[in-house]
């Protein structure tokens, strides 16, 4: 059996070689479009449900291993910035305040299913426009929910974590070596 992991994200790939070292990468193509009725921290899971459930199509006799992560404020998700405006507008709204950093996943093997979500919380500082700027001018935060990466200069926007530090990378890797032992039967 091998283990798969139906993700794209350059820090999810990494992460994942905590739990199995000989994991195989295979991007999901699906529509990320999450329909109406799905809650707005229930999109996360449904993602990572719907990505995990197409590679394993292909890939029945593997442990097939979805994901996606939402950052969440006002009850609105704030996805991968447009452009360096778009960014911009992302940051002044978490500027000084919490949002949820909410990562879902499904585990696929034999035709079962397995999911969850994993939410941490995040403070910002209160952030002046200046170092708005600055940090977007980093390029950094082009491909990140949120438009921040904790893991690189946007640690320097984060005043306070509740909750997994790795969640908020975007793969909450203890609670997902949990969940794989007792999904396959492991102590």
């Known amino acids: ?6 993700s794209a994200s350059p820090r ?22 999450v329909p109406q009725a799905v809650n707005t921290e229930d999109a996360p899971e449904f993602l990572a ?8 199509k292909e890939y029945k006799n593997d442990l097939v291993i979805g994901c996606d992560t939402s950052v969440i404020i006002d009850n609105i998700i704030l996805g991968k910035p447009k452009d360096d405006n778009d960014a911009y507008n992302m940051l002044k709204l978490l500027s000084g305040r919490n949002h949820k950093v ?32 600055e940090y977007v001018n980093t390029g950094e ?4 929910a949120g ?11 984060v005043e306070k974590i509740y909750g997994d530090y790795f969640n908020i990378v975007g793969l909450p890797v ?7 032992k007792s999904f396959v039967g492991e102590k």
């Not at 999810?12 to 479009?33: C, G, H, M, P, Q």
């Not at 499904?106 to 700027?133: A, H, M, N, P």
């Not at 935060?141 to 990140?144: F, G, H, P, V, Y």
């Open 49 to 56: 449900c719907k990505k995990a459930l197409a590679v394993a």
């Open 12 to 33: 999810r790939r990494e992460l994942i070689k905590l739990i199995d070292e000989n994991v195989k990468f295979i991007s999901a193509d699906v529509d990320e479009t």
């Open 102 to 133: 909410i990562t879902g996943c499904c585990i696929v093997k034999d035709g079962k299913t397995l999911s969850f979500s994993c939410i941490s919380e995040v403070k910002f500082y209160d952030l002046s426009d200046c170092q708005i700027r």
């Open 147 to 157: 438009a921040y990466g904790i893991q690189g200069k946007g640690s320097l926007l």
């Open 174 to 180: 203890s609670m997902l070596n949990r969940y794989i």
């Open 141 to 144: 935060c082009s491909d990140k």
């Open 1 to 6: 059996m091998n283990t798969i992991l139906a």
